[in-house]
């Protein structure tokens, strides 16, 4: 039987992508700010509801970056259910994460947390939109102003999504997208920073090239975070493709959660609230103690019938060498965030699932419900 595993990347057809290759052969220019890197730095502004954008050859280099735009020291506090490049970008600034615990219903960043967390060393809070879900962005702001703090959001899983009709990328000091190929959106590899004015903009667009105004000037110790005019071609392609691609997800979505819903230990995420948009980026199911096996037991079970989900986010990033010693990463102070850690599976989730495999997902989890039951009975 043909394995489903728990992402495909997104490929438009291959003869629609040849000619944006022969317009870069023919211009022989293949970075620095190209005719398709401009394109589509516009277009994703048009298509995001966004002022200002900064491409970059991916996510991390622009989270990295972000911190260094806004010139962010001392303590920063973070969310340990994510991946780990939201930590392990404050580590190669520098900088000490603090973790906090997260909200039960959402999973991102619980604010009531947040405030707990900050010391007179904390300058920034680094939240997470997780699987698409946006954070409780006015008690975070309140907090942030009360404490003259700075706001990034790692923004990687919410491409396109809207709070009460506004891209949720506008919240905060800065906002972060991933377009690496798992991604809703992906140029193959690649990412963004979205700024709130032009100013902010220039400054990150200097620091992503070396810190270069011109062939003389330099004015900050900068990196090559550029984005290349092949991934950026790629991107201007798939953006005629995405409304199509998100449909399809959505029809997903809703039909995970006709098969799933009433099965006994099986918690589903909420659905957005009316007025709201989601990108339906992953599909997360949480295996409580009365489901009929532990999450890992059916992650296996799964795992046997071709059915590849993954344990998103296990272990959390406080559990790993470089953060465990911590006194934030203390298990104790996060016991909401532990407790998802050990439930959590990801289905599979991208558009070219068919009907039939989203149905043999969810019949494999019927499954291991009635099975184990029936055998335990």
């Not at 700024?195 to 992503?208: E, F, G, N, V, Y």
Request: contains cysteine; hydrophobic residues 40%.
């Amino acid at each position: 039987m043909k394995p489903i595993f728990v992402t495909q990347p997104y490929l438009p057809p291959l003869e629609e992508f040849v000619p944006y290759l022969e317009q870069i052969w023919q211009s022989k220019t293949l970075t620095n700010r190209g005719p398709m890197h401009q394109r589509l730095e516009t277009q994703l502004c048009e298509h995001l509801g966004v002022e200002h954008i900064s491409l970059f050859a991916n996510g991390t280099l622009a989270l990295v970056t972000a911190l260094q735009a806004l010139r962010i020291t001392g303590e920063v506090i973070t969310t340990p259910y994510s991946f780990v490049a939201t930590a392990h970008s404050l580590l190669w600034n520098g900088i000490t994460p603090v973790f906090a615990d997260i909200d039960p219903l959402t999973l991102n960043l619980d604010p009531r947390n947040i405030e707990d967390a900050i010391t007179p060393q904390t300058t920034a809070i680094v939240p997470v939109h997780c699987y698409g879900t946006p954070c409780d962005i006015d008690g975070i702001q309140r907090i942030a102003d009360n404490y003259n703090l700075k706001v990034i959001y790692d923004a990687a899983h919410a491409f396109g999504v809207k709070r009460d009709g506004q891209s949720i990328l506008k919240a905060g000091d800065l906002s972060i997208l991933s377009f690496h190929a798992t991604k809703v959106f992906n140029t193959f590899e690649g990412g963004a920073i979205i700024s709130p004015d032009a100013k902010t903009k220039q400054r990150i667009d200097h620091l992503k090239n070396f810190g270069f105004v011109d062939e003389v000037t330099v004015v900050a110790p900068g990196i090559n975070g550029k984005m290349s005019e092949v991934n950026a071609a790629f991107g201007l392609l798939q953006l005629q493709h995405i409304d199509r691609a998100l449909a399809r997800r959505a029809e997903i979505d809703a039909m995970y959660r006709a098969r799933l819903d009433g099965v006994a230990g099986i918690r589903l995420l909420q659905q957005p609230l009316p007025g709201n948009t989601s990108n339906h980026s992953y599909f997360p199911i949480l295996v409580g103690p009365n489901f009929s096996m532990t999450r890992d037991e059916l992650y296996h079970l799964m795992k046997e019938q071709g059915v590849h989900g993954r344990r998103y986010f296990y272990p959390l990033i406080s559990e790993f060498p470089m953060y465990r010693h911590l006194p934030s990463a203390q298990p104790g102070l996060m016991p909401v965030a532990h407790e998802v850690s050990r439930q959590v599976l990801c289905l599979p989730m991208y558009p070219a699932l068919t009907d039939e495999e989203v149905n043999r997902i969810a019949d494999t989890v019927r499954y291991a419900a009635t099975v184990q039951r029936q055998a335990a009975a």
